[in-house]
Structure formats: structure tokens, C-alpha cells
Nanobody
Framework: QVQLVESGGGLVQAGGSLRLACAAS????????MGWFRQAPGKEREFVAA???????YYADSMRGRFAISRDNAKYTVYLQMNSLKPEDTALYYC????????????????????WGQGTQVTVSS
């Protein structure tokens, strides 16, 4: 059974930074694509960033240049570095795992990910 646990959320001022982490179980972690999604109250869950098993990075347009995804296979962990945070970034951030290879154009599609963490809250004050 795959388990994902997010951490690193918190309260920051606009313009500040946070680094989220997602620890995964499983001996084949390096074979999976990993993604980050977020959901604010009353809104749909939206794609943030993803990284493939070959370290290809893909970002939503609004996050590109501010956020950076990375992975450390030795630690079974994926990270999301968030800079220049804005109040509209406030949301519950979820880590997700895709057990099958993803084409670059499919990395932002929610249905391609089969396993999800419980989320970590990010709140940005103005």
C-alpha cells in the first residue's frame, strides 16, 4: 500500500517562502511521477507542479517562475519550494503519485494520479 505524508505548511506573509515536503512509502518510488495539487474552500482542486521519474518538471502557468519541484529518491521524498507567495496561494496542498509513466502533456491531469496524501495547509497573509 502506498502512503504519502505532506509537511511544511504554515502561515507566512505575502512575499515570503515555504518549502513543502512529501514523504512516500514504497521500494519503487524512483519509478513514479509525483505531483502537487491545491484546493481552496469552495474551489476545484487544481494542478500546481509535477516531476517525472526522469526529473522532467512541469508547472501550471501561474506557478512557473515562483515555485520549484524537486525529488530525492534516496529519501523517498518530493519537495515544493514556494517563493514570492501571494494571498491567492492560500489553500490545502496535496501530494499525489502516478504509478504509470505519464506523457508530459498528461502530468497536470488529476485522474492520472492514483494515490493522495491528506494535505498540508498553506496560509498567506496580506
Amino acid at each position: 500500500q502506498v502512503q504519502l505524508v505532506e509537511s511544511g505548511g504554515g502561515l507566512v506573509q505575502a512575499g515570503g517562502s515555504l518549502r513543502l515536503a512529501c514523504a512516500a512509502s514504497g521500494r519503487t518510488f524512483s519509478s513514479y511521477a509525483m505531483g502537487w495539487f491545491r484546493q481552496a474552500p469552495g474551489k476545484e482542486r487544481e494542478f500546481v507542479a509535477a516531476i517525472s521519474s526522469t526529473y522532467y518538471e512541469y508547472y501550471a502557468d501561474s506557478m512557473r517562475g515562483r515555485f520549484a519541484i524537486s525529488r530525492d529518491n534516496a529519501k523517498y521524498t518530493v519537495y515544493l519550494q514556494m517563493n514570492s507567495l501571494k494571498p491567492e496561494d492560500t489553500a490545502l496542498y496535496y501530494c499525489a503519485l502516478a504509478p504509470l509513466p505519464l506523457a508530459a502533456q498528461a502530468m497536470g491531469i488529476k485522474s492520472r494520479y492514483d494515490y493522495w496524501g491528506q494535505g498540508t495547509q498553506v496560509t498567506v497573509s496580506s
